[in-house]
């Protein structure tokens, strides 16, 4: 099932950059679509999520957006943080409340 | 803030055994999901419970599992004869309607000896 793809398994950036993670999907179907970042012995922790209507979603730091024509989403951190290192989640659901098909991650390193 | 808990942190059991994973949702919200993540792979979906009943379930969700809300704070998945393949992370989610996202809790170890 590769419905969800995160082609990055890392992503290594220094403190203060902006860190870029990508996501694609193949489904059409899809409505909407999460990032959650997960430490280690964790559960996955929601970070921010946008609707099919908008190109764009934004809150503090992180902006994700959404090329719905490309099939293609992504997660803009600025600027990142060392406490910002973890793995990063794309989800995608066929509306609110439904079942979450989740991509491979990315392990993001933010060096200080 | 509120957030799902989950016991235990880890469970080690032999192959043939049943195990009970318990979930306490939080209090107002509705939709309860399983998850798991096998070491190395990603998180997939297991089932979706809401109203009593579950609402939706994947393949890997067979006549082994099954799911209980036995009171109003619990929501429990039994693997009834556990094998080597059901080693992995579970993940338990509830959901509040209206809201943006699921939320999870830390989940719990499962090691099929």
């Known amino acids: 099932d590769q419905q969800v793809k995160q082609n990055s398994p890392s992503l290594s950036v220094q403190e203060g950059r902006i860190s870029i993670l990508n996501c694609d999907y193949t489904n059409s179907m899809f409505d909407y679509f999460l990032w959650y970042k997960k430490y280690p012995a964790e559960g996955p922790t929601f970070l921010i999520s946008i609707s099919s209507i908008k190109d764009k979603n934004e809150d503090g730091r992180f902006t994700v957006f959404l090329n719905k024509s490309a099939k293609h989403l992504s997660l803009h951190i600025v600027p990142s943080q060392p406490g910002d290192s973890a793995v990063y989640f794309c989800?995608?659901?066929w509306g609110y409340g439904n079942k979450l098909v989740f991509g491979a991650g990315t392990i993001l390193r933010v060096k200080s | 803030e509120p957030e799902v808990t989950q016991t235990p942190s880890h469970q080690v059991t032999q192959m043939g055994q049943e195990v009970i994973l318990r979930c306490v949702p939080i209090?107002?919200?509705?939709?309860f999901y399983w998850y798991r993540q096998i070491l190395g792979q990603k998180v997939e979906f297991l089932v979706s419970f809401y109203n009593n009943e579950i609402s939706e379930k994947s393949e890997i969700f067979d006549d082994q599992f099954s799911v209980e809300r036995p009171d109003g704070s619990n929501f429990t998945l039994k693997i009834r004869s556990t094998k080597l393949e059901d080693s992995a992370m579970y993940f338990c989610a509830s959901y509040l309607e209206g809201g943006d996202e699921q939320y999870f809790g830390p989940g719990t170890r499962l090691t099929v000896t």
């Open positions: 209090s107002n919200h509705l939709y």
């Open positions: 989800a995608a659901s």
